[in-house]
């Protein structure tokens, strides 16, 4: 499958069109759109909800369980993504599959999916402990960014003023959440345009939200470097957790950041995904790396 040629740039309206991917019919597929990141990169988010919608590809009547990334390098838009599948077992309850993400001759990515039968759970599911804003009582990103400077990441100004993502910070408005012995922060977030109801395009939503924030009690966000053009942030491992079949991204979901651990240059950030109704959605971590840019 020939990779060679610039892609054009996804105009961040339908996110079904950036999740379209073209097949040769043996387990590859070929990314056409490029979702451009601050530093003129591909957006990790792409990349996330891409391999896990080629994984879906072989898999039929299971949802998504786990999404595992391990991001080796930046992906350039110069040249489009191959997402290579390889079904690694299925049995009665779970199939896996590999995805390799490949720009030439370059590995980009590896990443693990698992998806499940569809079963009766057997457990209540945990469920939201804190009062948080309603997200319409909160202020749009724009209006967050025009008060609060401090608190706009770079790489977080690409969704304000655009047209796929409605995200609703509710630190400013909830000082609650970061008093001492609850260190929380969150926002709310939907798609601000409607997503077909088809495979697991919802589960592959919610994966590309998953990438859009860092949390600003990481203290190498905090310290402002984000935003110095010497120093790099790189997402080193992305791992996201369903708890649910029934995902609806055009509804709000609630991400809820835990207090941050690290070593100095490495962040590990564990997040909470809750509906809005209050039940658990889905987990995440992120394990972040800051470096000086070369």
Not at 46 to 71: C, K, N, Y
Not at 103 to 111: D, E, K, N, R
Not at 259 to 273: C, E, F, K, Q, S
Request: glycine share 6%; charged share 20%; with cysteine.
């Amino acid at each position: 499958m020939a990779l060679y040629g610039s892609l054009p740039s996804w105009d961040q309206r339908d996110l079904a069109q950036l999740l379209t991917l073209d097949s040769d019919g043996q387990n590859r597929f070929r990314s056409h759109v490029c979702d451009i990141n601050v530093h003129g990169e591909v957006y990790g988010g792409q990349l996330l909800s891409q391999a896990l919608w080629a994984a879906a590809q072989s898999v039929r009547a299971r949802s998504p369980s786990v999404l595992q990334m391990t991001a080796l390098q930046a992906a350039h838009t110069r040249n489009a993504v191959e997402f290579s599948v390889e079904t690694l077992q299925d049995d009665s309850r779970f199939s896996y599959r590999h995805v390799y993400g490949v720009q030439g001759t370059g590995l980009i990515f590896s990443a693990s999916v698992a998806f499940k039968q569809p079963e009766r759970d057997l457990r209540q599911s945990s469920r939201l402990e804190v009062q948080v804003p309603d997200p319409e009582s909160l202020p749009t990103l724009d209006q967050v960014v025009a008060t609060h400077d401090r608190r706009s990441a770079c790489f977080q100004l690409r969704f304000t003023g655009n047209k796929v993502l409605d995200v609703r910070p509710i630190h400013a408005q909830a000082p609650e959440l970061t008093q001492t012995g609850r260190g929380l922060e969150g926002y709310w977030i939907r798609l601000s345009e409607p997503l077909p109801d088809e495979g697991c395009l919802h589960h592959a939503a919610l994966a590309y939200m998953s990438e859009c924030w860092l949390s600003h009690l990481s203290p190498i966000a905090s310290a402002g470097l984000d935003r110095s053009p010497q120093f790099s942030i790189r997402k080193l491992n992305h791992s996201l957790w369903f708890h649910s079949a029934d995902i609806n991204a055009n509804d709000w979901s609630l991400f809820l950041h835990d207090p941050v651990r690290n070593d100095g240059v490495r962040d590990l950030v564990t997040t909470r995904i809750y509906r809005r109704n209050g039940q658990l959605l889905a987990s995440m971590t992120q394990d972040i790396l800051m470096s000086v840019r070369g």
